[in-house]
């Protein structure tokens, strides 16, 4: 099995900055609802895949869980109906904001960083 947080000093800056930003992209949330949490970070791997195979790889990741995030929202937004997908969809986003900050952290040290709970689709 693959070591999680395998560590990797032959990235270069520029390399880590993409794959952290593939990361924090995903904020656009805030600017473009409802698809700017993916939009951005498909943008920004679509450019730069080619260019490193650790930005490739940070970028499906950060991909992937958008994509699952998004899918785990779906369900706390119908129990909304019953007060506790407020609270659901509260924990979530929480979720969500800590774990972008901690893979772009990592993706920064040049670190292999997966998310948990997330369907890998790449």
Request: with cysteine; aromatic share 18%; charged share 15%.
């Amino acid at each position: 099995m693959e070591n999680l947080f395998e560590t990797n000093v032959d990235f270069s800056a520029d390399e880590r900055f993409w794959a952290s930003c593939c990361h924090l992209s995903a904020f656009a949330f805030f600017f473009l609802p409802f698809i700017g949490h993916i939009l951005a970070p498909v943008v920004i791997w679509m450019l730069k895949r080619r260019e490193s195979s650790f930005i490739d790889r940070q970028g499906k990741e950060a991909l992937s869980f958008q994509m699952s995030v998004t899918i785990y929202a779906i369900p706390c937004l119908f129990l909304v109906i019953f007060v506790v997908g407020y609270v659901l969809l509260l924990m979530l986003f929480v979720f969500w904001v800590i774990s972008m900050i901690v893979a772009a952290i990592k993706a920064n040290d040049g670190i292999h960083y997966h998310y948990p709970l997330t369907i890998h689709f790449f």
